[in-house]
């Protein structure tokens, strides 16, 4: 089996569960190969968790699933030292961050002390307690889901922390057709998650991150991608622009889409892709520094001309 019929078969595989969702599930697969990390934000019962625990048996990951609350603690997710009285020490006790897929489900609805202990782990791999570091494992893949800031009990991530984000994504309500499926069904099927067959190893989705690694970029391609960047800096739309690393987040997600999409090389299209998913969660509004809709961000990037 070549490397696009298996992806396709991936994507096959997890949409039979997460149903009439393809457009997602392959954002999803983006960031996972793109050696990022993805904020799903919807309202709940739309199967932002489903989506999940299907793409990490996919995948052959290990998966935690953790329950944000408003009384977690930072401990509750790294892990603590509790003390042994037969050795008279204390003994580390791993927390779910120890783990391949990490969700965070309902991540705002934790205290800002809480949101923030994920920050070392998403950007380094690794976790400091108690004087010492310790690695995660490889590849460390954070799905965390945020409920949208109308809902009651929420606390809104810091910039700091959604920059952690490569890509943020919303499912939204199946199509009718979709729905129809789900509704009408054969029950033992919504259940077969249990059932999802393996795809790959973790070996293999190591050794595709690399491959999304060598994607050729061109420099006309360089050149609308730095377009895009001086774009939000120019101080007419947007209270400030893309940082350095937000660029580079959409190199990355740009080569991961070129590669699901079947080549090894970028166009500009692998951007205009993976644009508001990248970009949509870093970018406010300059006039009350709200998050610009994105109907509006589309209709503002069409002013860059493709290189």
């Not at 078969?9 to 997460?18: A, C, L, N, S």
């Not at 949208?148 to 490569?166: A, H, I, K, V």
């Not at 990248?278 to 589309?298: A, K, Q, Y």
Request: with cysteine; hydrophobic share 40%.
């Amino acid at each position: 089996m070549d490397m696009q019929t298996q992806l396709n078969d991936i994507i096959e595989q997890i949409g039979r569960t997460v149903l009439g969702k393809q457009e997602q599930i392959k954002m999803a697969l983006t960031c996972l190969f793109a050696g990022g990390h993805l904020l799903i934000e919807d309202i709940p019962g739309i199967g932002k968790t489903t989506l999940a625990k299907v793409l990490s048996r996919c995948m052959g990951l290990e998966f935690r699933r953790v329950q944000f609350t408003s009384d977690m603690l930072p401990g509750d997710i790294l892990g603590s030292s509790v003390f042994d009285r037969n050795t008279g020490g204390f003994v580390f006790h791993p927390g779910p961050v120890f783990t391949q897929v990490l969700l965070a489900d309902e991540i705002n609805r934790a205290t800002p002390k809480t949101q923030s202990a994920l920050l070392e782990a998403m950007e380094e791999g690794q976790v400091t307690s108690d004087g010492e570091t310790r690695r995660l494992s490889d590849p460390f893949f954070v799905i965390a889901t945020q409920n949208p800031m109308e809902l009651s009990g929420t606390f809104p991530l810091p910039e700091s922390q959604l920059d952690r984000f490569l890509m943020r994504i919303e499912l939204g309500y199946p199509d009718r057709e979709a729905e129809r499926e789900l509704l009408v069904g054969d029950p033992a099927k919504r259940k077969a998650l249990a059932e999802t067959r393996q795809c790959l190893t973790p070996q293999d989705v190591l050794a595709l991150q690399k491959q999304v690694d060598a994607i050729h970029v061109s420099d006309a391609f360089l050149d609308y991608l730095q377009d895009l960047l001086a774009f939000t800096r120019s101080g007419t739309h947007f209270h400030m622009g893309l940082s350095p690393r937000a660029g580079l987040a959409l190199m990355q997600a740009a080569k991961s889409w070129a590669f699901i999409s079947g080549r090894d090389y970028t166009l500009p299209e692998d951007l205009q892709a993976v644009l508001i998913p990248v970009v949509g969660h870093r970018l406010r509004s300059r006039d009350d520094l709200t998050e610009i809709p994105t109907r509006r961000l589309n209709t503002l990037f069409q002013q860059v001309p493709v290189s």
